[in-house]
């Protein structure tokens, strides 16, 4: 009991302490939060020196045989196709494409939508999250979420016997030795011409 006695005391000088040395106050934690800074107008004799060279020479345009210049890379030394398939590796976003059919079969739209629906399943096993929808009686489109599996959709569909060239942005696919499908396509309508004679 003394001991709490001789607390409190101690607490009740303290605090009088405090009250007549006027520093008593209550302070609130949120007014730091509110705490304004006041920057004065006249700024006239203050030098701004905080930017390092590089940041002041960013922006600017280099001279092509500066000493600064970046180390060339082995791009050019790499092929078209290596390119494509690089570049191909670092879609991150959504990707749609066109599959052309091999020709040679004569197809209706039910037998489109059943290749569609056999590759959505067949990719699916893959763990390749896509979609198949025909188009027409030589053209199934495909939606793709994750555009970074690009390459191995690619390869899906190479291996697949109805694929013959897969369209995917402004790149084209196909087998190696494979001529471009409007070439086949036109073959195929000048020997269906002639099986009309």
Known sequence: ?????CRFSYTICFLLLLITT???RFH????????????????????????GEELKQWGEKKPPNSESAPPSNDVEKRSPSDIQSEMMRRVLGPV?????LRLGTRRTPEMVTHVAKRWV???RSEGM??????VDWTTI???????????EL?????????????NIGDQLFRRPGDPPFDEVFEIEEEKSRHSEL
């Open 22 to 24: 006027g520093t008593l």
């Open 28 to 51: 609130r934690f949120a007014e730091g939060l509110q705490r304004r800074i006041h920057v004065s107008d006249d700024l006239n004799g203050d030098v701004d020196n905080e930017e």
């Open 129 to 134: 999250d896509t979609k198949f929808i025909g």
């Open 154 to 166: 690619k390869k899906f569909l190479l291996e697949q016997e109805e694929a013959y060239e897969i």
């Open 1 to 5: 009991m003394l001991n709490q006695l």
């Open 141 to 151: 489109m495909f939606t793709m979420e994750k555009g970074r599996d690009t390459t």
């Open 96 to 100: 749609f494409g066109f599959v052309k």
């Open 121 to 123: 399943n067949l990719a």
